[in-house]
């Protein structure tokens, strides 16, 4: 099929199977990820004489496994020996200077001036632009893993703004909860003054078989395999009085994880606001939500790596059903560069 499709010269690399996670996993087919070359036509392919003998030696290590119409002439060198053997092609001025390029393609110029200051970088003047993607994306990678991180405890509150997305990336938890870890979670709608309705979230702890609690004094003791998960109201981030109101709250009952949800398609200053507010509510993790209507994710990099807060998930799909995925490293790389600048560089590497 990939012959047919990319033409007679490519040749699949890799296959993986791959599914959405979470309550997905359950409701959807799994697909499969095929990558596959194909070799530039630019670069002849050369032809071994049947009395070569690399030609030869191929032919011997593989007679048990070969069928009877294989000549030797048709087997050819590696590609990577192939390719050693063509001069590259000299860098162009877009190449000269590969920050511009990423900057024209949408990546976060506050990114990009903290990447220059970062001494592992090094100098990145005219350097090619797959050598400097494959830079950044190492450099982000080691400063992700470099972050402080924190396990949830049996006491985990949702915090965020009004439209955060936060009742729905609790039901993606709960799911998670019940279906993955199998537990049985148990959830606390508080209101602290604050109307905090939960005609959907009731429904959804009904489907699922969570109990839904209104009032604190009725819920039983949290534990390992029954956590209690804390749905607060949304609460505008310039209302500072309702805040600390529910920052006693949760002090009260002893919440010590404290998940700070940020709707990722938010302007970055007003992330930034919600990253200080949630500071300043002992937040301990962070979970970004519509992450699927990014066209770039590179804005959050800095939000990210500079909030002092545990990455905890990535949500995409504005319903329970949609995916969340932990891994949010590869989630962020994944999403920061376009496909096309991705494009350009594997054709570089094929021309060095």
């Keep these: 099929m990939i012959r047919e499709k990319l033409g007679e010269n490519a040749r699949v690399v890799s296959v993986r199977q791959t599914g959405g996670e979470g309550l997905k996993r359950f409701i959807s087919s799994p697909k499969l990820e095929v990558i596959a070359e194909v ?20 032919v011997d290590k593989q007679d048990a496994n070969a069928s009877a119409d294989v000549a030797p002439s048709k087997i050819v060198k590696p590609a990577k020996e192939n390719l050693s053997n063509s001069s590259p092609k000299p860098l162009d001025d877009e190449q000269k200077d ?9 990546f976060d110029e506050t990114l990009i001036s903290q990447i220059k200051s970062w001494p592992e970088v090094g100098n990145l003047e005219g350097l090619a632009l797959a050598d400097v993607l494959r830079k950044v994306t190492l450099c982000l990678s080691d400063r992700y893993k470099s972050m402080p991180t924190s396990v949830l405890s049996t006491k985990v509150a949702l915090l965020g703004s009004p439209g955060a997305g936060k009742t729905t990336m609790l039901c993606k938890l709960l799911a998670h909860e019940v279906f ?14 604050v109307p905090n309705p939960d005609d959907s979230l009731r429904i959804f702890c009904d489907v699922i078989g969570v109990t839904l609690y209104r009032e604190s004094s009725k819920i039983p003791p949290a534990s390992l395999q029954s956590p209690l998960f804390i749905d607060i109201p949304g609460i ?38 919600c990253i200080r507010i949630g500071s300043n509510l002992d937040a301990t993790h962070l ?33 329970v059903t949609g995916d969340f995925s932990s891994n949010v490293l590869n ?21 060095t």
């Design 39 to 58: 070799p530039d036509p630019d670069l002849p392919v050369p032809q071994l004489d049947a009395n070569d003998s690399t030609a030869t030696k191929t």
């Design 98 to 106: 590969a920050l511009n390029i990423l900057t024209k393609a949408g």
């Design 180 to 193: 993955i870890n199998k537990r049985i979670p148990m959830v606390l709608k508080l209101e602290n003054g």
């Design 236 to 273: 505008s981030i310039n209302n500072a009085s309702e805040w600390s109101s529910i920052n006693n709250s949760l002090q009260e009952l002893g919440v010590n994880s404290r998940i700070l949800v940020l709707n990722g398609a938010y302007d970055t200053k007003v992330l930034a606001k």
């Design 287 to 319: 979970a970004i939500t519509h992450f699927d209507e990014l066209s770039n994710a590179s804005k959050l990099w800095p939000l990210i790596l500079d909030s002092g807060l545990t990455p905890y998930c990535i949500s995409t799909g504005q319903n």
């Design 331 to 351: 989630q962020m790389i994944a999403k920061s560069f376009p496909e096309n600048l991705y494009a350009q560089t594997f054709s570089s590497y094929q021309r």
